[in-house]
């Protein structure tokens, strides 16, 4: 099924544009079980409107996960990420996560092992600090490195999360030899040369909301150097507003405006962004689409 769908992005200031989607717009990293069941149906249905072909729910931990699946299950555009966040694994990683998460893997619907990573940045929810707990940040750690060597074991690329901690993400990344299976490092707000040395172990850069706000002008300068062969798309729903989004929650949908922000920063017709996200998003996967075009 090709979707040829007119979709029109409202900010405060009315109509921001007016663009064809061609049905191959993806959503890599969201968390679906975080909606309720009548608002994920109403998100469902808006992004299919919106022509997102594949959306990516990843887990916060094993219960998460498991829902995670559920969903995926359920609705043919969704697949799922399973994992366990270093929030959680900070202070709760489980000790029968690796047989937890790798009868996960075995599901169909599972294509990746996510959301993981290290953060050591406060945690907004909680309150928790990081920089200056060495035993949570050295949790985080270790949780990494385990989920690491599960994807390794599984063959299953990595959808993996970093704030304020690229100077310990990137050893790990090397000294567990991820680029064994690769992944996406989301919501990518690094410098240029984190961003290629990340490329060049493999791991694509996830772009969303942040990118659509104007002041972000050394990440958008980040954008205009990478290949295009490096980026997708995301939008981290139902977190990570858009500029000027007038909706208390993000959806799937709005992956369409970050593509049309992305596209205009890169100089380049949407067209040919969605088509080179959607190539490499279902590259990274392994995703066999016979509905594309």
């Known amino acids: 099924m090709v979707f040829q769908n007119r979709l029109e992005w409202r900010s405060n200031k009315g109509v921001k544009s007016d663009v064809i989607m061609n049905g191959k717009l993806t959503d890599?990293?969201?968390?679906?079980?975080?909606?309720?069941l009548e608002q994920m149906g109403k998100v469902l249905r808006r992004a299919d409107e919106a022509g997102v072909r594949w959306i990516?729910?990843?887990g916060w931990g094993i219960p998460s996960a498991q829902r995670g699946v559920e969903i995926a299950t359920q609705n043919e555009r969704v697949l799922a990420a399973v994992g366990i966040h270093p929030w959680v694994a900070a202070e709760d990683f489980p000790e029968d996560f690796h047989e937890e998460l790798h009868r996960l893997t075995q599901d169909p619907v599972t294509v990746a092992i996510g959301e993981v990573g290290i953060d050591f940045v406060d945690n907004v929810f909680t309150g928790v600090t990081?920089?200056?707990?060495?035993?949570?940040?050295e949790a985080q750690e270790h949780a990494f490195r385990k989920q690491i060597a599960l994807a390794c074991e599984v063959s299953l690329p990595l959808i993996t999360h970093c704030r304020g901690a690229y100077e310990s993400f990137i050893p790990i990344?090397?000294?567990e030899r991820a680029d064994r299976v690769g992944g996406a490092v989301h919501n990518f707000e690094a410098d240029l040369k984190t961003a290629r040395q990340l490329l060049d172990m493999g791991f694509l850069l996830s772009f969303g909301g942040t990118i659509t706000y104007p002041d972000e002008t050394a990440l958008r300068e980040v954008v205009r150097q990478i290949p295009l062969d490096g980026i997708l798309l995301e939008t981290d729903s139902p977190y990570?507003?858009?500029y000027q989004q007038t909706t208390d929650q993000n959806e799937p949908a709005h992956v369409a405006e970050v593509a049309s922000t992305l596209a205009e920063i890169k100089g380049i017709d949407v067209g040919e962004l969605i088509d080179s996200v959607y190539t490499n998003f279902t590259d990274l996967l392994k995703i066999q689409d016979e509905n594309a075009t």
């Open 28 to 36: 890599v990293h969201v968390h679906l079980d975080f909606y309720s």
């Open 56 to 58: 990516v729910t990843s």
């Open 130 to 137: 990081y920089h200056d707990n060495p035993q949570l940040r």
């Open 173 to 175: 990344l090397k000294e």
């Open 240 to 242: 990570m507003p858009l």
